[in-house]
């Protein structure tokens, strides 16, 4: 059985740092398609952040662009967002997904991808 478990959130002050990590299991990574989601009370989801499996090229959306990185370890069957620099704004629920169809990081972060976390709570507050 897929599946996808976020770890990491929490409440941090305006500037801090958090790492979220996602365990893959019941699969492999190494195949797929990564990528962060997150969901702020009362608005739409937004696609974060995605890695294409095949040659690790990346996208970010404009509101994380330096201070948000991705990551992948295929070893430990985990996926990674380090948020440096955090802003309220960045408050909302984070999710993992991953995709075995390689459409490009513009498609996967407009219309989502096939298999999902149930996501972590990230609350950036002072």
């Known amino acids: 059985q897929m599946q996808l478990v976020e770890s990491g959130g929490g409440l941090v002050q305006p500037g801090g740092s958090l790492r979220l990590s996602c365990v893959a299991s019941g699969f492999f990574l190494d195949y797929y398609d990564i990528g962060w989601f997150r969901q702020a009370p009362g608005k739409e989801r937004e696609g974060v952040s995605c890695?294409?499996?095949?040659?690790?090229?990346?996208y970010y959306s404009h509101s994380v662009t330096g201070r948000f990185t991705i990551s992948r370890d295929n070893a430990k069957n985990t996926l990674y967002l380090q948020m440096d620099s955090l802003k309220p704004e960045d408050t909302g629920v984070y999710y993992c997904a991953v995709d075995p169809n390689d459409y490009g990081c513009d498609y996967h972060t407009y219309y989502g991808m096939k298999y999902w976390g149930k996501g972590a709570l990230v609350t950036v507050s002072s």
């Open positions: 890695m294409r499996y095949k040659d690790n090229s990346t």
